[in-house]
């Protein structure tokens, strides 16, 4: 699936029954944001949620790994998104927890 057709799926299919769903393409990627507030990224076709300590350990249990980037040629860079586990994004209600909690951990990072 091509980076643009995955983006739409995500937005317009999975995540078409919460309010206020869009995606901006940022840094070879995609920004998912729901009414002006970033929650998630699109990175190589991977969806990934914003975690915090506390959060980070249920996407631990499904085996979740969070989304890492290479920063020159020794350094690696891990950011506080994680893999949406496909269990998850297979169960409409609790997908939209996951969105909402996102969204939410989001908001306090901002203040």
């Known amino acids: 699936m091509k980076t643009n057709d995955f ?6 299919d999975l995540l078409a029954q919460i309010d206020g769903i869009n995606a901006r393409a940022m840094f070879g990627g995609h ?4 009414d002006g507030i970033i929650f998630g990224v699109i990175m190589d076709g991977e969806l990934y949620f914003k975690t915090n300590e506390k959060t980070k350990i249920k ?8 989304f890492t980037y290479s920063k020159g040629r020794t350094k690696s860079i891990t950011m506080s998104y994680w893999k949406l586990p496909a269990e998850i994004m297979d169960d409409p209600d609790e997908l939209k927890k996951w969105v909402v909690e996102s969204c939410r951990i989001s908001r306090l990072k901002k203040k």
């Open 31 to 34: 920004g998912l944001y729901k």
């Open 7 to 12: 983006v739409e799926y995500i937005v317009h």
């Open 59 to 66: 996407y631990e249990k499904y085996g979740s790994k969070p």
